[in-house]
C-alpha cells in the first residue's frame, strides 16, 4: 500500500474533528472502494487516486453544513475543490493526480456521464454506505441497481448486503 493512504486516512481523521459519524462513513466507504477496485482489477495508479478520493469525498460537508445548513450533494460538489487543493498539498502529488482526485471528489454525487472504472467505483462504493446509513427503500435500492451500478462485485455487494430490504 502507498504511505500517502495511510496519511491521509489520518488527516481526513484529524479534519472531521471528532465527528465520528463522518469517519465512519469514509472509513466504510473506503473499505468497498478498496474492495470493488481490487476485484474489478484496477491498475495501481488508479487504485491509489480512487482510495485517495474515497477517504477525502465527503471534505465539504462540514463546510456545507455551517453555510448552508445542508450537506446537499450539489453543494458538496461545488465547495470540494477549494478545500481539497490546500488539504492534498502536503502530499506532493502530481498535478494530474490531484488534479483527478480533485474530479472525483467534486463529481462523487454526478450519476450522469460517468465513463471511468474510478468514478463509478466511487460511486458505488459511497451508495452502499449511504443505503444503509438514510435506510433506503428497496426501490431505491433496485432502481440504483438498474441505473448506477456496473461493476459485478458492486452489484453482488448491494444484492448482497441489503438482501432482506422490504
Known amino acids: 500500500m502507498n504511505p500517502a493512504i495511510s496519511h491521509i486516512f489520518v488527516k481526513m481523521t484529524d479534519f472531521y474533528q471528532g465527528n465520528t459519524a463522518l469517519v465512519a462513513h469514509f472509513v ?3 473499505g468497498y472502494a478498496h474492495t470493488i477496485g481490487i476485484l474489478e482489477g484496477l491498475d495501481d495508479k488508479t487504485q491509489f487516486l480512487l482510495e485517495m478520493a474515497a477517504i ?3 471534505i ?3 463546510t456545507c453544513m455551517e453555510k448552508y445548513g445542508t450537506d446537499a450533494g450539489h453543494l458538496q460538489e461545488k465547495e470540494s475543490e477549494a478545500l481539497l487543493r490546500p488539504f492534498l498539498k502536503e502530499f506532493r502529488l502530481p498535478k494530474e493526480t490531484e488534479e483527478r482526485i480533485i ?3 467534486s463529481h462523487h454525487h454526478t450519476y450522469a456521464f460517468v465513463d471511468v472504472m474510478d468514478w463509478q467505483i466511487l460511486l458505488e462504493a459511497d451508495f452502499l454506505v ?3 446509513e438514510s435506510r433506503h427503500s428497496r426501490s431505491s435500492i433496485d432502481k440504483m441497481t438498474a441505473q448506477v451500478f456496473r461493476t459485478n ?4 455487494l448491494l444484492s448482497s448486503i441489503y438482501q432482506n430490504v422490504k
Open 103 to 105: 474530479f472525483l471528489v
Open 28 to 30: 466504510k466507504v473506503y
Open 60 to 62: 465539504a460537508i462540514p
Open 153 to 156: 462485485t458492486g452489484k453482488h
Open 130 to 132: 449511504n443505503a444503509d
Open 56 to 58: 477525502c469525498h465527503d
